[in-house]
């Protein structure tokens, strides 16, 4: 009976803890295809608005140009994130020293940085190198990360020696090991440090909204962020705007959830 | 036939070369991670270096000097009442919304690791999706339910558990709450992944021991499911810490820190102070010190409870 009474009340939290989840963007989902007062009147069901409300969305803002700046900083700094910190996170394992370990505490430490305490002297910097409103300056802080480098100096622990000496012995150069045989073996890792950086800079908000000063640069979550500006905001316009703006996170999400998960918590394992 | 040759006993000759080899080696390792390193110097402890200089300086806009005193600055923090009203909003939302959240995906995790459960990929997708959205985007789409006209005070007037609609942000306490409520969503399923990471690399033999051994769901829960992952419980308060007291996109784009500024966290306050009209990047950087102080000995402090035995 106890047994029973325990599964019933599992199932019961699991349900409720799901329909919480999923109902904001069940509601966003929809809403995209209803007129504002429909959406404010917490109509749950799909309408008929959707290319009403994708026009509208159009005429009143550049969606297709903030969907290419958020593509080009994502897609950029996901590839450089990639090489850089896989290098790196190779290199300290790989070839670890005493000196090597120390640089390595001494970049951890950077992680408890607050990005509020360096966020005023970069805006400067890039502004000063003329690079405010560029792409590289939206980009480059992001690149590396103590969180990446750790992931892949992780993976590289289990990257299995023989193979290095093997290769060695066959004469490859070190570069030639890492790319022909380190980045194949780690598929899995590559592929959570790119689905998590990659997610992180379509995602990201402040650092654009602070060094993208002109509206021509301006990212998707920069362009939904306008909405609240507004005096009458078009709630059907509105969700319409969140629903592009989370469309490639969600499918991505969707498709490599095991990666994902595997990115945020492989650097911690 | 080679590795017979590396195992032998190396002769003088080989042994320099060997020795000549690991240098090269460690040499092209430094190469490997000088990238990576140059970016952190300079794209975080140059400008961490950087903001304490600035936060010694007054004046407005790019017109700055050194403060007299110099510690300026600093003594106005203790003055700034907003910036005061700032602390305490992000510390309400830290105290509630942080406890909250962990055991309600201590909890999560615990049932999703249960080996009869039926359906666990689903449930885990469903509760770990809002990971899949920003925090600009969710942040709109709960303005857009809490909205005075919005669809949850249809909702609760429907159900005649209230009478007239709330405006839920522009209300002290209503508005803090949307954000707590908000955080709670976005982040709860997040800190369950890593739960059931670290519950994956559990004996589940453990827990069922306890149960043979006569512990019930409660108990088994608080004696073995908690010591056991008290490590990533740690990992999980401090990354949640830390988090909390950079808060920005929520309210900046949920609430835009009203009404009067009862909402507002300190990182949206130092983005008003540093960006917008007639800035004052001295004073910002001043502020964005206290928030780096104060994430440091919170972790510190966090580190030394967590690393106490019983």
Redesign the interface.
């Known amino acids: 009976m106890t047994r029973k009474l325990r599964r019933a009340v599992m199932y019961a939290v699991l349900v409720i803890a799901s329909l919480l989840s999923v109902f904001p963007l069940y509601f966003m989902i929809v809403s995209a295809t209803n007129t504002s007062a429909q959406v404010l009147g917490a109509r749950l069901l799909p309408g008929l608005q959707l290319l009403t409300n994708l026009h509208a969305l159009m005429a009143q803002q550049d969606l297709l140009a903030a969907l290419w700046h958020s593509s080009l900083n994502a897609v950029s700094t996901t590839v450089l994130a990639l090489i850089v910190c896989a290098v790196a996170g190779y290199g300290f394992e790989v070839y670890h020293s005493r000196g090597k370990d120390a640089v390595m505490n001494i970049l951890l430490l950077t992680m408890m940085i607050p990005f509020a305490a360096t966020m005023i002297p970069l805006f400067r910097m890039f502004s000063e190198a003329g690079l405010a409103n560029s792409t590289l300056a939206v980009i480059l802080p992001a690149i590396s990360t103590p969180f990446l480098i750790l992931l892949f100096r992780q993976s590289a622990r289990s990257f299995p020696h023989e193979i290095l000496d093997a290769a060695r012995i066959d004469g490859l150069g070190e570069l030639t090991i890492f790319v022909r045989m380190f980045i194949p073996t780690m598929r899995s890792t590559f592929a959570a440090a790119a689905v998590i950086t990659f997610m992180g800079a379509w995602n990201n908000f402040l650092w654009p909204r602070v060094i993208l000063i002109s509206n021509s640069q301006q990212t998707i979550t920069m362009l939904i962020s306008n909405f609240r500006a507004g005096y009458v905001i078009d709630y059907g316009v509105l969700m319409l705007a969140v629903l592009v703006a989370s469309l490639p996170t969600m499918i991505i999400f969707l498709i490599l959830q095991r990666s994902f998960a595997n990115g945020i918590t492989g650097a911690v394992q | 036939m080679?590795?017979v040759r590396?195992t032998a006993k190396p002769s003088p000759a080989t042994g320099r070369r060997i020795v000549g080899l690991e240098k090269r080696?460690?040499l092209?390792?430094?190469?490997?991670?000088t990238?990576?390193?140059v970016?952190?110097a300079v794209?975080?402890?140059?400008?961490?270096i950087?903001?304490f200089i600035?936060s010694l300086h007054t004046g407005r806009g790019t017109v700055l000097h050194w403060a007299s005193p110099i510690w300026y600055n600093y003594a106005r923090l203790f003055q700034d009442q907003t910036f005061k009203l700032t602390i305490q909003n992000t510390f309400i939302y830290l105290v509630i919304q942080v406890p909250i959240m962990l055991i309600?995906a201590l909890?999560?995790a615990t049932?999703?690791n249960?080996k009869?459960?039926r359906f666990k990929g689903?449930?885990r997708?469903?509760?770990?999706?809002?990971?899949?959205?920003?925090?600009?985007?969710?942040s709109?789409?709960?303005?857009?339910?809490f909205?005075t006209?919005?669809?949850i005070n249809?909702?609760l007037m429907g159900l005649h558990l209230i009478d007239s609609p709330i405006n839920w942000l522009a209300q002290t306490g209503t508005a803090r709450m949307v954000i707590i409520l908000g955080l709670l969503?976005r982040w709860?399923?997040?800190n369950m992944?890593?739960y059931?990471?670290a519950l994956q690399?559990i004996d589940y033999s453990t827990f069922e021991a306890a149960r043979i051994d006569g512990a019930n769901?409660v108990q088994t829960f608080f004696h073995v499911t908690v010591p056991q992952l008290r490590p990533?419980i740690l990992?999980t308060a401090i990354m949640s810490t830390?988090g909390t007291?950079?808060l920005?996109?929520e309210s900046?784009?949920l609430t835009?820190g009203g009404p009067a500024n009862t909402s507002m966290t300190?990182?949206h306050y130092?983005?008003q102070l540093?960006?917008q009209s007639n800035p004052n990047?001295g004073y910002?950087?001043a502020v964005?010190?206290a928030?780096?102080i104060m994430?440091?000995i919170l972790?510190a402090i966090q580190m030394k409870v967590g690393d106490k035995r019983d």
Not at chain 2, 28 to 33: C, K, P, V
Not at chain 2, 43 to 48: D, L, R, V
Not at chain 2, 140 to 145: D, E, G, N, P
Request: aromatic content about 16%; proline content about 3%; some cysteine.
């Open positions: 080679s590795t590396l080696h460690s092209t390792g430094w190469a490997f991670l990238p990576a390193a970016l952190i794209m975080s402890f140059y400008p961490m950087q903001s600035l309600m909890i999560l049932i999703l249960d009869t459960l689903l449930w997708t469903a509760i770990f999706l809002p990971c899949a959205v920003s925090l600009v985007s969710y709109m789409v709960f303005r857009t339910l909205a006209n919005g669809a249809d909702a969503w709860t399923g997040y992944v890593f059931l990471a690399t769901t990533m990992l830390n007291l950079q920005f996109d900046w784009n835009q300190m990182s130092l983005y540093s960006f990047i910002g950087s964005s010190y928030i780096l994430v440091a972790a």
